[in-house]
């Protein structure tokens, strides 16, 4: 053992978290830059317009190196649910077994045809041939994501199963891919992830814009993920508000706990902010009337069930509050930025390319949307706590016993940082000295076009 106070529940929750935290980052690019790459090409070949198609060009080489990372570290992810959660995997493997390999299937399908699309530039004498081939990556990275998300729903809501004595008699694997939390935790990460993909590709314009690369091929880009992000921005609010009731119905206990809801009431209000004393009273929160309601149930007089009504030993812990609060700040600050961005484009084109605090926070919205992925998932995860799967197998009877996790997590943290700063380090090499306005010139690409 490498770490005092060993326990090896504790580290086998570390190592899983750390691990899914740096993996979630690759993974979101994985499932969200094709649609942008699709919808670039499509819009170039449809318009005969070179910028957008070289945008797709520029995107799918930066999307092969965050794939690299993204099976490295989804492989450790499959290696730790075998090795850190045997007693888990007993239980409930059967039932998650098709979505485990079906995902499997989606990322072989995947990067098969990726590899074929990326070396059949200019090899067709029709450009939707070539654009075609694309459809089967957005299709199997989109796939991918939805086959791994199954097995979470599954974890927040076990289906398909009959449980007898407490052990688990007869099994429909397409029936546990079926459970009640699966549409809106699907829709949920596949829209956040286009969302989150929109905004760092815009980021990435809105950069070269404010260092005087005024090119008509940043401007380009810059309408199109933006416009992309405030479509997918108005979807998530409407998973979001599904996602409220979904809870309200199947795990009242994290609803409860994350709005600090202690009785069970009608008109409930929905808290902002605040402290919770040691009594459950909250201090300088900010309530909005009849809202939590409204989330729950879509009626202001609905009741919503509260934290004293269920039992002590199954709450969550009352810190997500905070995880919410922080998540939806950010989801306000993308929403403030996205809606700047259309106005100004409405008013005054010009200054929505050249307005240096609108690029700023344009850039900010990146790294604000990938930190609302993790937040989400940290809260997911938390808030289904104590349970690995809910109602049926509590995080600590799941866990292995076995010894050296603490050696494992300290080797895996040096290999993330490690994979980290090359992807990093080769990305920003690979477009720091081959600029999309020196390509173009390459090309023979001029700067004209409708933007």
Request: charged share 15%; net charge positive.
């Amino acid at each position: 053992m490498l770490l005092s106070g060993y326990d090896p529940v504790m580290y086998s929750r570390m190592l899983t978290g750390i691990t899914l935290g740096f993996h979630i980052i690759f993974a979101t690019i994985g499932v969200g830059v094709p649609l942008m790459i699709a919808l670039a090409e499509w819009i170039g070949i449809r318009r005969n317009d070179e910028h957008y198609l070289l945008m797709a060009r520029r995107w799918a080489r930066g999307f092969v190196i965050t794939v690299a990372v993204g099976v490295v570290t989804g492989t450790a992810i499959g290696l730790q649910l075998s090795l850190l959660w045997p007693s888990f995997m007993k239980v409930a493997g059967q039932s998650i077994a098709i979505p485990l390999f079906l995902e499997t299937f989606a990322f072989f399908f995947e990067a098969i045809f990726l590899g074929i699309y990326l070396y059949t530039w200019d090899r067709f004498k029709s450009k939707m041939t070539h654009f075609w081939l694309l459809i089967p990556v957005v299709i199997g990275s989109s796939a991918s994501a939805f086959f791994i998300t199954t097995v979470n729903a599954f974890q927040n809501a076990p289906a398909g199963i009959t449980l007898k004595d407490g052990k688990i008699t007869e099994i429909s694997p397409f029936g546990a891919m079926l459970s009640p939390a699966m549409p809106t935790k699907v829709s949920h990460v596949l829209i956040t992830a286009y969302l989150t993909c929109a905004f760092v590709l815009a980021a990435i314009s809105a950069w070269s814009l404010l260092r005087g690369r005024n090119h008509v091929y940043y401007k380009k880009a810059l309408k199109l993920t933006m416009v992309a992000a405030s479509v997918f921005l108005l979807s998530s609010a409407i998973i979001g508000d599904l996602s409220g009731k979904y809870l309200a119905n199947y795990q009242p206990e994290k609803l409860a706990a994350m709005e600090w809801h202690f009785e069970t009431s009608t008109q409930a209000p929905l808290v902002l902010g605040g402290i919770l004393t040691e009594d459950n009273q909250i201090k300088y929160g900010i309530k909005i009337p009849y809202a939590l309601s409204i989330l729950a149930h879509g009626l202001p007089n609905a009741e919503v069930t509260g934290l004293n009504d269920l039992p002590a030993d199954e709450a969550p812990p009352l810190f997500i509050h905070y995880l919410f609060d922080i998540k939806m700040g950010f989801v306000a600050l993308m929403v403030l930025i996205a809606a700047a961005f259309l106005f100004i484009l409405w008013r005054k084109r010009s200054l929505a390319y050249s307005n240096k605090w609108l690029l700023r926070g344009i850039i900010l919205a990146a790294p604000l949307a990938m930190l609302t992925i993790e937040h989400g998932w940290i809260f997911s995860e938390v808030g289904r706590q104590p349970w690995i799967l809910h109602g049926i197998m509590r995080t600590s009877e799941g866990a292995t016993v076995s010894d050296h996790v603490d050696i494992m997590l300290v080797l895996f943290v040096l290999l993330y940082i490690v994979l980290g700063i090359t992807s990093v380090r080769v990305l920003m090499k690979m477009f720091k000295n081959n600029k999309a306005e020196d390509e173009m010139a390459a090309r023979g690409i001029e700067g004209g076009g409708k933007q």
